[in-house]
């Protein structure tokens, strides 16, 4: 078996990562982000990229350091509501945006990973997202055609991995990070711990999707707005 940990994020990206390539990015929100390997990715310097994930983190934190770096050409996401440099680079014609139903972005990623080219969806039909792209008609409904999602790269977070690549993710992290982790030509992943295995029960991405792993160097998680209620004396 080939060795899948690396020493760094750094070096885990070394000689992969090229100008103008699709990278998918997992989390949700800044929850599961991999963080380690997002720095590292906006430390290469490699432009026009086309980001596929979730949302765009938020100013200074998750991806927004590679819209900050003007790294990025493209975005395919569900939600950009948090990031404010998001939103200028998009109104000012400096940043193209494919928007994508949240369900459809993650049945797209899917579809990639299985090796699915496309399928029908009734989710848009009747609105802007509908332009461009063919439809169908079954069982007396319209559909349309979506496109299954293929990254150059695939960058995700887990909790746990183990040296062969398996890894666990906790809570919120799983929502996106599996998908994106199946639909990478190369994936990297970063673990907040690495273990000797992880029972076969407890794998949520089989090793075999994973060819890179490194150690989470940053653990830090970071929270989008902190809401708490006033302080109510007894």
Do not use: C
């Not at 934190?61 to 404010?84: C, F, H, I, M, W």
């Not at 069982?139 to 666990?168: M, P, T």
């Amino acid at each position: 078996m080939a060795e899948k940990i690396w020493p760094s994020a750094a070096e885990a990206l070394a000689g992969v990562v090229e100008d103008g390539m699709t990278i998918a990015v997992g989390g949700f929100g800044l929850s599961g982000n991999p963080t380690n390997l997002i720095v590292a990715l906006r430390d290469t310097g490699v432009r026009d990229l086309t980001i596929v994930s979730n949302n765009m983190g938020v100013d200074g934190k998750g991806l927004g350091l590679l819209l900050e770096n003007r790294q990025v050409r493209k975005v395919v996401a569900s939600y950009v509501g948090e990031n404010r440099l998001f939103a200028e680079q998009y109104l000012s014609g400096g940043l193209e945006v494919e928007f994508a139903p949240q369900g459809t972005l993650a049945e797209r990623l899917r579809a990639g990973g299985a090796g699915i080219p496309g399928f029908y969806t009734a989710t848009g039909v009747g609105t802007p997202i509908a332009e461009g792209k063919p439809e169908a008609e079954f069982d007396g409904r319209r559909y349309l055609l979506e496109r299954g999602i293929v990254a150059d790269i695939a960058l995700v977070r887990a909790a746990h991995a183990d040296r062969y690549g398996n890894l666990r993710y906790r809570l919120t992290a799983r929502n996106f990070n599996p998908l994106v982790a199946t639909a990478g030509r190369v994936t990297i992943a970063e673990a907040e711990e690495i273990v000797e295995a992880i029972e076969p029960d407890d794998i949520m991405t089989p090793g075999i999707y994973v060819h890179r792993l490194v150690q989470a160097a940053d653990l830090t998680k970071e929270i989008e707005q902190r809401t708490v209620r006033p302080r109510v004396d007894a």
